[in-house]
Nanobody, 124 residues
Framework: QVHMVESGGGLVQAGGSLRLSCTASGLSFGDYHMGWFRQAPGKERERISCLSWSSSRIFYTDPVKGRFTISRDNAKNTLYLQMNSLKPEDTAMYYC?????????????????WGQGTQVTVSS
C-alpha cells in the first residue's frame, strides 16, 4: 500500500519561509515524476511545481517561480518544497503527488498517488 506523508506546513508571517517534505512508502519512489499541488479555499487544486525522477526536468508555475524550490532525495524517498518570500496568497493546503507512469507535470487527473496534504497559512 502506498503512503505519502507531507510535513512542514504551518503558520508564518509574510516574507517568511517554510520547507515542506513528503516521504513516500510502498512505491519505487525513484521511478516516479513528482510534484506539488496546492488548493486554496473555494479554488481548484492547482499544480505549482514538478520534478522528474532524475531531477533533470523542473517546472514552476509563474506565481511561485523564483520563490519556491523543488527537490528530491531518492535515497530517502522524499520530495521537498522550499518556500521563501511567502505571501498571504500562498495560503493553501499543499499536496505532494506522484504522476502516472510516462506523465510529467500533468493536471490533477494524471496523478496516481496523493499525499494527505499539509496546511500553509501566511499572515499579512
Amino acid at each position: 500500500q502506498v503512503h505519502m506523508v507531507e510535513s512542514g506546513g504551518g503558520l508564518v508571517q509574510a516574507g517568511g519561509s517554510l520547507r515542506l517534505s513528503c516521504t513516500a512508502s510502498g512505491l519505487s519512489f525513484g521511478d516516479y515524476h513528482m510534484g506539488w499541488f496546492r488548493q486554496a479555499p473555494g479554488k481548484e487544486r492547482e499544480r505549482i511545481s514538478c520534478l522528474s525522477w532524475s531531477s533533470s526536468r523542473i517546472f514552476y508555475t509563474d506565481p511561485v517561480k523564483g520563490r519556491f524550490t523543488i527537490s528530491r532525495d531518492n535515497a530517502k524517498n522524499t520530495l521537498y518544497l522550499q518556500m521563501n518570500s511567502l505571501k498571504p496568497e500562498d495560503t493553501a493546503m499543499y499536496y505532494c503527488a506522484a504522476d502516472r507512469s510516462g506523465v510529467f507535470c500533468g493536471g490533477a487527473e494524471t496523478v496516481q498517488y496523493w499525499g494527505q496534504g499539509t496546511q500553509v497559512t501566511v499572515s499579512s
